[in-house]
């Protein structure tokens, strides 16, 4: 089958070679997956790179979200030959196909395809606990999202709006407010322009935001425009710094700062990964989750160093995907 293979640690995307390698072999416990779709992650360029926490023994082959179809089934009887799933694992989604543990599977919903099933794994999830397990967002409450038009940010404004909430989605570019309005959002500021949180405070009457998602780092400066008893979630770092915050300004205003590490649930409260799951099925078969889909669809395993330097250089939103059977395929 075709795959990328990383050998030695790469310097840049740009090194990214696919080879031809044998399909995986899949334990009892393992579906083989014919990969339909692979979900693009700012982490696999630091994976490439040796730079990720996780250093997996090479050979290995990158990518850690996918879609596709079963092809081998396993012990677990939830799945047979020829379903639609998806699913996550650390290494190997972008190749043809993918041996995975069953439990990190789900059928994908009918009424999403193949490509907005392959990068939800990750984000939805975290959003939702986020949003709904830390902040206890409430119907007409303001949430703030940070990076909102990014995986995470665009799942949070759906899953805000789903929740009957008030949605404002900051971005750093004002390129990105109509897809954040299309998904939902009531309003959109940028964190470029320098008072942006005076923007925040007139929008909610001077009140502040009720609750601030952040997968950027903009926790001191949302201080500024959280509202009294508000809820700050500390999703991420993807402005590369991380922030040191005073915490009388914490006290000031009755604020709760939480965190949100959603695979720490897998192993100290697994039984609210169903719980999340279950919820977002039942919103996305109501049509109220639509995972977004970055567009053009990056085509084939040699497109995948072109998605990671787009989502690197932040030009896209949604999800990136790198449509993966329309490559030549092997034969199993
Ligand atoms: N805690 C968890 O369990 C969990 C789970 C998933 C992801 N995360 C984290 O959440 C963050 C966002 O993930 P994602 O999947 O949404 O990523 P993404 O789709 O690549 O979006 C990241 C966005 O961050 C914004 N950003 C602001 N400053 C930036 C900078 N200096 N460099 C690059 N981007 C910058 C950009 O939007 P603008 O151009 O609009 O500023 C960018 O599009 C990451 O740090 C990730 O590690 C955490």
């Known amino acids: 089958m075709r795959a990328l293979v990383i050998n030695s640690w790469l310097k840049a995307p740009s090194d990214l070679k696919v080879e031809d390698i044998p399909v995986p072999t899949a334990k009892d416990s393992e579906l083989l997956v014919r990969v339909d779709s692979a979900g693009v992650n700012f982490f696999d360029i630091l994976m490439?790179?040796?730079k990720y926490q996780l250093k997996p023994p090479f050979p290995f082959t990158p990518?850690?979200?996918?879609s596709g179809t079963v092809v081998k089934a396993s012990s677990d009887k939830r799945f047979k030959v020829g379903d639609r799933v998806?699913?996550?694992?650390?290494t190997g989604a972008y190749a043809e196909y993918i041996a995975v543990p069953s439990i990190y599977c789900f059928p994908i919903p009918r009424?999403?395809?193949?490509?907005?099933?392959a990068g939800i794994f990750i984000t939805y999830p975290t959003s939702y606990a986020g949003l709904v397990l830390r902040a206890k967002v409430q119907r007409g409450d303001w949430v703030l999202v940070h990076a909102a038009a990014g995986g995470v940010g665009i799942a949070a404004v759906q899953i805000a709006k789903a929740l009957g909430a008030r949605v404002i989605a900051a971005t750093g570019s004002k390129d990105?407010?109509?897809?954040c309005r299309q998904q939902g959002a009531d309003h959109c500021v940028s964190y470029?322009?320098?008072d942006w949180t005076g923007q925040v405070l007139k929008l909610t009457g001077?009140?502040?935001a009720d609750v601030v998602y952040d997968p950027v780092g903009k926790v001191n400066e949302s201080l500024k425009c959280v509202a009294w008893n508000g809820r700050i979630v500390v999703v991420g770092f993807a402005a590369g710094t991380i922030e040191k915050v005073a915490t009388n300004r914490i006290l000031l205003k009755n604020v709760a700062v939480t965190g949100i590490n959603w695979n720490g649930y897998v192993h100290n409260e697994p039984e609210k990964i169903l719980e999340a799951w279950n919820a977002l099925f039942k919103l996305v078969e109501d049509g109220l989750l639509r995972p977004v889909v970055f567009q053009p669809i990056f085509h084939g395993l040699d497109q995948v160093k072109d998605a990671l330097k787009a989502v690197a250089r932040r030009?896209?939103?949604g999800k990136a995907v790198v449509k993966v059977s329309e490559s030549p395929t092997s034969k199993l």
């Open 315 to 317: 030009e896209t939103y």
């Open 86 to 90: 998806f699913g996550s694992n650390v």
């Open 63 to 66: 990518g850690a979200e996918f």
């Open 176 to 179: 990105k407010f109509d897809v």
């Open 111 to 117: 009424n999403l395809s193949f490509e907005q099933a």
């Open 192 to 194: 470029n322009d320098s």
């Open 206 to 208: 001077g009140k502040g």
């Open 48 to 50: 490439i790179t040796g």
